[in-house]
């Protein structure tokens, strides 16, 4: 019981975690003032704080573990590329095209992520 309501956590988190950084992408590519705002600087971490216990808590539950794992090594590899292109797309990119591509290639990341999640596959788009 508690692992189910503990992934449903973890579900919801990855869905408002995406949601906000598209957002945050499109607000980016718009030069919009609303990407300073105090409350779209600080839910992020916030959200993705939840997402990242959730599944530290559900990893040990379930006793599967990153390099025991394949499937969660990749996504272990996948969720730090993901964070330092997210950071060059809405804080460090130098040109809004740098920023722009960095955001586009954020996002393909985390469905590749999930992708391996549902699968539980490192390479999802072989069968």
Do not use: E
Not at 38 to 43: D, G
Not at 60 to 88: C, D, E, N, R
Not at 95 to 101: D, E, G, H, S
């Amino acid at each position: 019981m508690f692992y189910s309501v503990l992934k449903s956590i973890h579900i919801g988190c990855v869905v408002l975690s995406i949601s906000g950084f598209i957002l945050r992408g499109i607000w980016m590519m718009n030069a919009s003032a609303l990407l300073q705002h105090s409350l779209t600087r600080r839910l992020p971490h916030i959200i993705d704080t939840l997402l990242l216990a959730s599944a530290l808590i559900m990893a040990y539950l379930s006793s599967q573990y990153p390099i025991q794992q394949p499937w969660l090594t990749a996504k272990l590899f996948a969720l730090l590329v993901y964070i330092g292109l997210g950071m060059v797309a809405l804080r460090f990119g130098k040109t809004a095209k740098i920023r722009v591509l960095a955001w586009l290639l954020a996002v393909l990341v985390f469905f590749y992520i999930v992708l391996v999640a549902i699968t539980r596959n490192p390479v999802p788009f072989i069968s």
